[in-house]
């Protein structure tokens, strides 16, 4: 499968790291390298995320990545991921 990354989902991933870099720059480089490698574990095996229904009839699934949540869509043979955050924020 093909794994694409949204632009919402970049500026999510760009927004979390400029939250993070003021007070911990390796951290912040390291948490921003655990989420983009974390969904190549969904190319292996696309429906590991839980299914939400109230995408229904997309195929919207969402995995916890460390304390962050990532929600990808699949679609034919690709896999778009649309959003993160941390699961703390007041989503």
Same mark, same amino acid.
């Given at each position: !499968? ?5 632009? $919402? *989902? ?16 390796? *951290? *912040? +480089?390291? &948490?921003?390298?655990? /989420?983009?490698?974390?969904? /190549?574990?969904? +190319? ?18 969402? &995995?916890? +990545?460390? $304390?962050? @949540? !990532?929600?990808?869509?699949?679609? @034919? ?6 959003? /993160? ?7």
């Amino acid at each position: !499968m093909q794994l694409k990354w949204t632009s $919402k *989902a970049l500026s999510d991933l760009a927004r979390l790291h400029d939250f993070l870099a003021p007070v911990d720059r390796q *951290a *912040a +480089a390291r &948490i921003v390298q655990s /989420l983009t490698t974390a969904p /190549l574990r969904i +190319a292996g095996h696309p429906r590991i995320g839980e299914q939400l229904d109230e995408f229904t009839p997309r195929e919207v699934r969402r &995995i916890l +990545a460390g $304390k962050y @949540e !990532m929600r990808y869509k699949l679609h @034919e043979s690709t896999i778009y991921i649309l959003r /993160l955050w941390h699961t703390r924020e007041d989503r």
